[in-house]
C-alpha cells in the first residue's frame, strides 16, 4: 500500500513509523542518543546525533517497507519545541543544540517579567516568557556573548537542522515550530520587533515561515520523495490521538506531561496560562505542558524503595519497582488522608509559567507512608494539569473528552486520579507513537489524502473510557484551589532558600511530551 513516513525528532531518540491512509501502522523503528549535562541547569544535545538519526530512521523504515512491498509516496516531519543552535549559512551547525529543557536563561526570564513586558509577549507570540523558549535563550547569549550572537549567519532549532540534511531548498521553518519560538507573532505572521531586540537578534538570521502543509523534496541520495515539513510534536500528537474535534482534548502522560486541545484561531488567555502553537494555519492548539509526571514517581522510587520488603524485589527494575509503587500507593485514600503535594521536582512551567519552582510536602505527619507521598504526588501531578484545563474553561473552550497517551497511562492508579482531577472519561489510544503518527496523518492532508483532519479521531482506536468517580472529583475540585495558593505562596520562601542555598540543578533528562512517552514537550 502506499505510505507516508513520519519522523519525529525528540530529546533522547528519534522515532520514524510509516502509515497508510488507514491510519495503521506498517513500520516502526527508533534511534536514541544521549542528552548532554555539561553543567547544572544545562541541556544540550549533539546536533550530528539528531542529524544522523533523523537519516537513520528514514533509511531503516524505507528498507522496512520495501520489504514488505509497501511504496513510501512522502516523508514528513516532526520536531521538538523550543530547541535553540546557532548554523553557518548553508545550514550547518556550530555548536551543541540547546534543549527546551536548559534553565540558564533563568535570569533573562525575570528581567523580561520585571519590566512589563512578558505579558505583551506571550499575547502575541502564543509563547509564555520561559527559560525554555529561544527567546530568552538568545537573550542570556546577548547578555553573555554578544559577539558570538551577532557573528552567527543564522539561528535555528531542530527543524531547520534536520531540513539542512535531508533538504536542499530554501533555509525555511514551519509555522508550528515558529510559534513556538517566542519570537514570531502568530497574529501578523512575522517575526517581533520587540522579541527581536530582546534577543539582540536581527530578521535575517531567522529562516522564512511557511506553512506546515508545505511540500519540499528530500535531496536525491535520500530518494527525492516528496518532504512534508511538518510539525511541533505537541500539535501533531493532538492529531496523532485524533483529539482535534472541538470538545477533545490530549493529555500525555509520560516522564512529563502535557494536556492540549485544538481551535480554530491563535488563542492567548488573558491570564496568561496557555500557550498556543500552530497544527496548520486555521487549527490551532492551545494548553499546557508540566515538568513532573512519571518522573516523580522514579524519584519516589529512587528515594522511598530501601527496603522494599516483597518476594522478588531484589530483582526488579526502576520500571517494576514504579509499578510495584503505584500498587501500593493505590491502596491510600483519595486526597492521601491529609497529605498535599507539590510535585515540582523539576521546576515548573504550566500554568503559572514561573521559573525556580521547588516541590514540598504539606499536611504530613507521623501515620503517612511510603504509599501516601506517592499517592499525593500522583494527585499533584493530576491537579496540575487539571488547573490547565481549568484556564480552557475560564476561555469558553468545553472539553468533554479526553484521549491519553504516555507510559504513565499503564497504571491504573494514574488514569483512575486523572479522570477524577480532570472530572473528564479518560480514554487511552491504542496506538505507541502518537506523535510520529500525526506527522504521517499531516503528510497526508499535505497530499490531498485527508482533506479533513478531524477525521483523524475515526482513524485512532482507544480504548474503553475510565469514568472519574463522582466523589473523588468533588474532593480533587476542593482541594485544587490549595494547591495553587500553596504555590504561589511558596514562592518568596523558596527564593530565599536558593539565596542561603543555592541549589545544584538538574535538568530534565526524559524525551520531548509525545503521543508515545511523554517526557518535552510542551
Known amino acids: 500500500m502506499d505510505v507516508v513516513i513520519g519522523i519525529d525528532t525528540g530529546t533522547t531518540a528519534t522515532k520514524a513509523i510509516a502509515a497508510g491512509a488507514d491510519g495503521r501502522l506498517r513500520a516502526q523503528t527508533s534511534v536514541h542518543y544521549p542528552l548532554s549535562v555539561p553543567a547544572p541547569g544545562r541541556a544540550e544535545l549533539d546536533p550530528k546525533h539528531l542529524v544522523d538519526a533523523a537519516v537513520k530512521a528514514l533509511t531503516d523504515v524505507t528498507a522496512a517497507c520495501r520489504e514488505q512491498g509497501d511504496r513510501v509516496v512522502a516523508v514528513s516531519l516532526s520536531a521538538f519545541l523550543h530547541g535553540l543552535v546557532p548554523m553557518d549559512g548553508n545550514g550547518a551547525p556550530l555548536g551543541p543544540l540547546i534543549t527546551w529543557a536548559d534553565g540558564r536563561a533563568g535570569g533573562q526570564c525575570d528581567e523580561i517579567i520585571a519590566s512589563g513586558r512578558a505579558k505583551g509577549l506571550h499575547a502575541r507570540t502564543g509563547t509564555p516568557v520561559h527559560p525554555m523558549s529561544p527567546l530568552t535563550k538568545l537573550a542570556w547569549w546577548r547578555a553573555n556573548d554578544p559577539a558570538t550572537l551577532r557573528g552567527t549567519p543564522r539561528w535555528g532549532g531542530v527543524k531547520e537542522l534536520v531540513l539542512a540534511a535531508l533538504t536542499d531548498e530554501a533555509f525555511l521553518l514551519d509555522l508550528s515550530v515558529a510559534s513556538g519560538t517566542g519570537l514570531y507573532d502568530i497574529h501578523s505572521r512575522q517575526w517581533d520587533p520587540e522579541a527581536l531586540e530582546i534577543a539582540g537578534a536581527k530578521e535575517g538570521q531567522f529562516a522564512q515561515v511557511v506553512p506546515t502543509t508545505t511540500i519540499l523534496k528530500l535531496k536525491p541520495e535520500l530518494g527525492g520523495l516528496p518532504l512534508v515539513i511538518g510539525a511541533a510534536d505537541g500539535p501533531l500528537a493532538n492529531l496523532g490521538l485524533g483529539a482535534t474535534p472541538a470538545g477533545v482534548a490530549a493529555v500525555s502522560l509520560g516522564t512529563s506531561g502535557a494536556l492540549r486541545t485544538v481551535v480554530d484561531r491563535p488563542t492567548v488567555d488573558a491570564d496568561g496560562r496557555l500557550f498556543c502553537y500552530a497544527l496548520t494555519e486555521d487549527r490551532w492548539v492551545i494548553g499546557g505542558a508540566v515538568n513532573n509526571a512519571g518522573s516523580v514517581v522514579r524519584w519516589a522510587g529512587q528515594s522511598f524503595a530501601s527496603g522494599f520488603e ?104 494514574w488514569v483512575g486520579v486523572l479522570a477524577a482531577a480532570l472530572d473528564l472519561p479518560v480514554a487511552i489510544a491504542d496506538t505507541p507513537e502518537g506523535t510520529a503518527l500525526g506527522a504521517c496523518l499531516l503528510g497526508l492532508h499535505a497530499l490531498g489524502e485527508l482533506p479533513d483532519l478531524d477525521h483523524a479521531a475515526a482513524l485512532i482506536a482507544i480504548g474503553e473510557p475510565t469514568r472519574p468517580d463522582p466523589e473523588n472529583a468533588a474532593l480533587y475540585a476542593k482541594l485544587r484551589p490549595l494547591v495553587e495558593k500553596a504555590a504561589l505562596s511558596t514562592m518568596d520562601i523558596v527564593r530565599e532558600l536558593d539565596r542561603l542555598a543555592p541549589p545544584v540543578e538538574t535538568p530534565v533528562t526524559a524525551g520531548h511530551v509525545d503521543g508515545a512517552t511523554g517526557g518535552e514537550k510542551a
Open 310 to 413: 516483597r518476594p522478588g524485589a531484589e530483582g526488579e527494575d526502576a520500571d517494576e519497582r514504579d509499578a510495584a509503587l503505584l500498587v501500593e500507593a493505590q491502596g491510600v485514600a483519595p486526597g492521601s488522608d491529609g497529605l498535599l503535594c507539590l510535585p515540582y521536582l523539576l521546576g515548573e512551567r504550566a500554568p503559572w509559567w514561573r521559573a525556580g519552582m521547588r516541590g514540598a510536602y504539606l499536611g504530613l505527619r507521623r501515620e503517612h507512608g511510603r504509599a501516601h507521598l506517592v499517592r499525593a504526588a500522583v494527585e499533584g501531578v493530576c491537579q496540575q494539569l487539571a488547573l490547565v484545563r481549568d484556564s480552557f474553561a475560564t476561555e469558553g473552550f468545553a472539553v468533554t473528552e479526553v484521549r491519553a497517551t504516555g507510559g504513565s497511562t499503564a497504571s491504573e492508579l
